[in-house]
C-alpha cells in the first residue's frame, strides 16, 4: 500500500488514497460512466482523506439515489464519489490521481449496464 495523490483538473479539490501502486479499475458500462470514461478504484472510506475543496463539491444523485457523485463547481471534474455497488466505499477516479506514485494501471471491463446481474464481479472493499 502506498500513499496516492489526486483532485480535479482546477486543482481546488485534492484528496489522497492508501492503494496499492499496481492499481486494477473497472470501466463501467453504465450511463453515467459511459459518458465520463470514469475507471474506478474503490477503496475503503478510511483509506480516503479530502485535503481541500470540500466547498468546491456538488452532489449529484440520479436512479435510486444511493449513489453521492462529487463534482467540482469550477471545473467540473468527478474525481470520487460514494458508488451504490460499495456505500461504505469511496470510488476514485483513476484519470484524476497523480502519475507519482501509481506503478501500473489494468482497467478491466465491468458491465453496469446491466449492473444488478453483475454487481458481484465487483471486488469487495479491504478491510
Known sequence: ?????GGCHCGKVRFEVEAAADIEADQCNCSICRMSGYPHLIVAKRDFRLRSGEEQLQTYQFGSRVARHYFCRDCGIKSFYVPRSHPDGISVNVN????EGVRSLRVVPFDGENWEQNIYKLSPIND
Open 96 to 99: 484524476c490521481l497523480d502519475r
Open 1 to 5: 500500500m502506498t500513499t496516492l495523490h
